[in-house]
């Protein structure tokens, strides 16, 4: 069968440092018509579980452990009996949300995760949070970023456990290393280009976000 990636835009809240805001998130499902790795479920667990339809759902990959992220993933990974992934550095994010139970795997970088006859490599990229990871699909030229780049800049920076340094240097050193063909698909807003951000580094640095 023929890999394809679909996206579903969610929308809910995320909240941090006592503050709240709506937001919308994608939701990335990649894979054929078996079986599908699914990073970042967020917000609506039936109609994501909808959109899988009754494939295997091999893997659940986090980009990073913020509420907006992983609040759904409980309710979620009961809906469709897979196991999800998160780096380790973010346990901390995911123990305010669920401090009575763990992610059933954690994700190192450099790990592959196999669906649909093709490869996603984890890229760590902190910087947004500690634990944030990036998943590379090199056989179809896309990068999943998380909330590490957008189109337009980086992910905030501005609130706990974040460094604006940090996601500099992550971008800098493990993505914009990427070919610039390489289409970035954004945890939330318009998907990108490698080719296109790469140009805006010193801009994002002069501008401090």
């Not at 999800?84 to 992610?103: A, F, G, I, K, Q």
């Not at 592959?112 to 910087?127: I, K, Q, S």
């Not at 699909?137 to 920076?157: K, M």
């Not at 070919?179 to 998907?191: K, L, Q, R, S, W």
Request: with cysteine; hydrophobic share 35%; charged share 20%.
């Amino acid at each position: 069968m023929t890999l394809r990636i679909e996206n579903l835009v969610t929308s809910g809240t995320f909240s941090l440092d006592g503050g709240t805001w709506d937001v919308d998130n994608n939701v990335w499902i990649v894979g054929d018509d078996q079986s599908v790795i699914v990073i970042d479920p967020a917000h609506e667990p039936a109609r994501i579980s909808d959109a899988v339809a009754g494939r295997t759902v091999k893997a659940i990959l986090l980009t990073h452990g913020h509420d907006d992220h992983i609040r759904a993933v409980g309710e979620f990974r009961e809906l469709v009996d897979a196991p999800v992934y998160l780096n380790p550095d973010d346990r901390m994010l995911w123990d305010t949300v669920y401090p009575d139970s763990s992610p059933d795997h954690e994700i190192a970088d450099g790990d592959t995760f196999e669906v649909a006859g093709a490869t996603l490599v984890a890229l760590h990229t902190p910087g947004h949070s500690p634990g944030s990871t990036c998943f590379h699909l090199e056989s179809e030229g896309v990068l999943f970023s998380g909330d590490t780049l957008f189109n337009g800049g980086p992910g905030a920076t501005g609130r706990s456990h974040s460094d604006f340094a940090t996601i500099i240097e992550s971008i800098r050193s493990r993505l914009l290393t990427l070919p610039a063909e390489t289409v970035v698909n954004t945890g939330h807003g318009d998907p990108t280009s490698i080719g296109a951000e790469a140009p805006q580094l010193d801009e994002w640095i002069a501008r401090g976000h």
